[in-house]
């Protein structure tokens, strides 16, 4: 057995395909991304531990996530906001797990996407059990998956190869995902969900922003709108009472131990705007909300600046009108004395 | 912390590299590992190192107690101590809680009301593999089958040894213990055979086990569905395939990296599905805990010693309680009791109907064998009995009207892989992968290597837990 000829050929394959692999996929476009993981969430949760009364903590959904760009927030106001809003969930865990496992009373601003944030209250449903999963996954994470987690962020950062991502992207280029798409005959009955691509690029501080295709390739953002059409067609039914007497509480502890909680509705447009009016118009849920609980509050249909702007995809604005909503957003807030700015210059 | 993680990865290097510096004599080495070995167990959970320091106590002074003295109600008092506690933890974190919920529903069932909080308590990582590990020592020590370990540090590695703390192989002491006892250090050939052992290891796990088949499973086995015949037949398949390279890319890593140390474990699976019958498969299936149960739980019973009905008896109360080894779970139990049923039919069919087993009937009789272990897999996998017999009734044919919830594509991919890894089981079974390579073309090896650490690249993995590890 020639053992030291096999590893030889060996290493010397492996790297020639390795980096052929690699070569491809960025000659189709791909370039490396961070994935939006658990661990990266639970890297920015763990700033929530030491936050101070002038910290801003940002929870809600995906609108949140996109639209408010903590480089600008932090330009703008003097503070880093921490960013643990998450796609495609609910807010009500994430303020849940504020008031009941931290002391932070500083400022939650909490992004408003009707169609999650009055979804449910059922640990199970989707939009909650992401959220809480998150939660778990901080509340539980090993000292192998803090080390883990450590050593995979640089090659993220530099390779294409590493995309395998929790979110299983349709455009993801690991092993399952390229199995995923392969297709042989449908046997099963049912509604298919449309192909869901990777619409977002996010930093190691958990930043997100649109990634530029979705704002230059229309035929890209369609096949976005496309999903989110598919979630409005098969979302049951919204559940405002429960959601909104489960936020209520949460609310009420945050501000009687001198939080300052902050509700804000992102804009949405075109087909997705539409589709809110009609299932959850904005008197029976946001209006409701906000008269029940008396605080700040900021939906952007009720100022100027936000009247033009236009979401590629229907939900989400792009990076420069993100920054844009953003800037604005603060000052308004400042204005508003919702929020202190902390430095003058 | 796993094998098929990133961390582990630099943690081996840091550890082969002092390893072999000549920095550090053997008993720093011996320091060396066993600190290691710490740093493995604990980066998962640190304050349960304490239980396999009290596991390390208890049975080093049991054993040091039973090399000198004779009188036997102290040496029986000896190992009872050694057996009460390694037991008594496996009592506690592994069956507490299926202990009171079973206790509840009895209390319950004879009309006394009684509601007991779950203790939710924390399953500790590996803790039937190291528990079973030391009791076999001072068992043998009892017995005056071994001489006691000659060092603390000795006995602690051996208790302790990363590669197979958490999974296995559970390997006797006078396998490994007498191992440290010279200097160790792997060979070129070994170190780079178990460079090798170590990718195919990773290859069964994280391409074949995580990637291709247990999406299948996962989807078969959700409870509440009644299923299409290949539904339900390409999740058990698919489940089958999926245990076997997990557990075995397991062991196989396991000897890979203590074969880079210069250590020598013992093989724990010899291509299980190509079995002729039950005895042979447990003969090839989990061989480390087959041996110890059967050392250890059947021989004591009895064995074959007392009459057929007395074995039979000890048969099934062995593989019953290895089926509660597994896992807190009725179903476990039931999986077990199936194995030894089998195991009590093909004694009475060697008996009663003996053949000769030829080139020409082994191939069915194997395919047979295979197919009745998957309809025990269904009772290990699924969490209920009602999912269980529903995947039952659907693998034969009784939910002609089932959901058909798998795409084309998955049928086809579990059915393709499953059937070649039984032809390559067959093939294998009289042969190893060593001496399969010792007759392969360096090239054919070198691109095999290569093609197996491209998959687990590509593949990457999202640092899935061992099944076995749960248990």
């Excluded at chain 1, 993981?37 to 959904?61: F, H, M, P, Q, Y």
């Excluded at chain 1, 449903?125 to 192998?144: E, G, L």
């Excluded at chain 1, 920054?323 to 604005?328: A, G, H, M, P, Q």
Aim: charged share 20%; hydrophobic share 45%; with cysteine.
């Amino acid at each position: 057995m020639k053992l030291k000829q096999s590893l030889l050929i060996a290493i010397i394959l492996s790297i020639v395909a390795i980096v052929a692999w690699e070569v491809y996929w960025r000659s189709e476009g791909l370039y490396p991304t961070l994935s939006d993981e658990k661990a990266l969430w639970a890297k920015e949760r763990a700033k929530v531990e030491k936050a101070t009364k002038n910290d801003v903590v940002i929870i809600g959904s995906s609108r949140s996530y996109f639209d408010i760009q903590k480089k600008v927030w932090e330009q703008e106001t003097g503070t880093k906001p921490i960013q643990l809003a998450s796609t495609g969930s609910s807010p009500l865990p994430a303020l849940h797990d504020i008031v009941e496992n931290t002391n932070f009373n500083g400022t939650v601003i909490v992004g408003v996407t009707p169609g999650l944030f009055f979804s449910t209250t059922y640990p199970k449903a989707f939009p909650w059990h992401r959220m809480q999963s998150k939660i778990d996954y901080y509340r539980d994470m090993t000292y192998a998956q803090k080390a883990n987690y450590f050593l995979s962020v640089p090659l993220q950062e530099n390779l294409v190869l590493m995309s395998a991502d929790e979110e299983e992207w349709a455009d993801d280029i690991d092993l399952k995902s390229l199995l995923r798409q392969v297709n042989l005959g449908i046997r099963t009955e049912g509604i298919k969900a449309p192909p869901f691509y990777n619409f977002g690029d996010v930093s190691s501080d958990r930043a997100m922003t649109m990634a530029k295709r979705t704002v230059t390739d229309t035929a890209f953002a369609n096949s976005i709108i496309r999903v989110w059409n598919f979630f409005g067609k098969t979302a049951p039914p919204p559940d405002k009472n429960s959601t909104t007497e489960y936020f209520l509480k949460d609310a009420e502890r945050f501000i009687e131990r001198g939080g300052n909680l902050i509700l804000v509705r992102c804009p949405s447009s075109g087909g997705g705007r539409m589709g809110e009016n009609m299932f959850l118009p904005r008197e029976r849920f946001w209006d409701s909300l906000v008269g029940i609980l008396p605080v700040k509050n900021y939906h952007f249909e009720d100022y100027v600046q936000f009247k033009n702007l236009t979401c590629p995809e229907e939900s989400h604005l792009s990076k420069d009108d993100a920054e844009y909503f953003t800037k604005e957003l603060a000052q308004i807030m400042i204005q508003d004395q919702a929020i202190t700015k902390l430095k003058t210059n | 912390m796993l094998f098929n993680s990133l961390s582990f990865i630099v943690f081996f290097v840091v550890v082969l590299v002092f390893y072999y510096s000549n920095l550090l004599k053997w008993n720093s080495k011996k320091g060396l590992l066993l600190l290691a070995s710490y740093i493995f167990y604990g980066m998962w959970n640190p304050p349960l190192v304490i239980l396999l320091w009290i596991s390390t106590m208890i049975d080093w002074t049991a054993g040091k107690r039973l090399a000198v003295e004779e009188n036997k109600r102290k040496r029986r008092m000896w190992l009872y101590l050694s057996m009460a506690v390694n037991l008594g933890f496996l009592g506690f974190f592994k069956y507490g809680d299926f202990l009171l919920e079973n206790f509840t529903l009895m209390m319950n069932s004879v009309g006394v009301e009684y509601q007991a909080r779950p203790m939710d308590i924390i399953l500790p990582m590996g803790i039937s593999f190291y528990t079973f590990q030391t009791m076999s020592y001072t068992i043998d020590m009892y017995n005056k089958k071994i001489e006691r370990a000659r060092t603390f540090l000795d006995f602690a590695l051996y208790v302790t040894f990363f590669p197979q703390l958490v999974a296995g192989p559970i390997v006797r002491a006078k396998d490994l213990i007498t191992q440290f006892y010279e200097p160790k250090k792997a060979t070129v050939k070994q170190f780079i055979w178990g460079l090798f052992l170590l990718t195919l290891g990773l290859f069964q796990k994280v391409v074949l086990a995580d990637t291709l088949l247990s999406n299948t499973a996962d989807t078969v086995f959700k409870p509440r569905q009644i299923l299409n015949f290949w539904d339900a037949w390409s999740g058990t398949l698919a489940f089958s395939g999926q245990i076997f390279f997990d557990f075995a890319g397991y062991s196989t890593c396991a000897i890979g990296i203590a074969l880079m140390l210069g250590i020598i474990l013992p093989d724990n699976f010899r291509y299980p599905y190509a079995s002729l019958g039950f005895s042979d498969l447990w003969d090839r299936w989990h061989i480390s805990l087959s041996s110890w149960l059967r050392d250890y739980l059947y021989i004591p019973l009895g064995g074959n010693r007392h009459g057929i009905t007395r074995m039979y008896a000890a048969l099934m109360i062995t593989m019953l309680l290895g089926g509660l080894w597994h896992g807190a779970a009725w179903t476990f139990m039931v999986w077990g009791g199936l194995h030894g049923t089998y195991l009590i039919l093909e004694k009475l069919q060697k008996q009663y109907l003996p053949f000769k087993i030829t080139p020409w009937n082994g191939m069915f009789l194997a395919f047979v064998t295979f197919t009745c272990v998957n309809f025990t897999w269904v009772f290990f996998r699924a969490r209920e009995f009602d999912t269980a017999w529903n995947m039952i009734q659907s693998m034969l044919f009784l939910n002609p009207e089932g959901t058909k919830i798998l795409e084309s594509f998955d049928i086809i991919k579990v059915m393709i892989l499953i059937g070649i890894m039984f032809v390559s089981h067959w093939f294998m079974r009289n042969t190893s992968v060593k001496k399969v390579a010792i007759n392969t073309s360096p090239w054919i090896l070198g691109i095999a290597w290569t093609i197996m650490f491209f998959l687990i690249v590509i593949a990457q993995g999202s640092g899935e837990q061992f099944i076995y590890f749960q248990f």
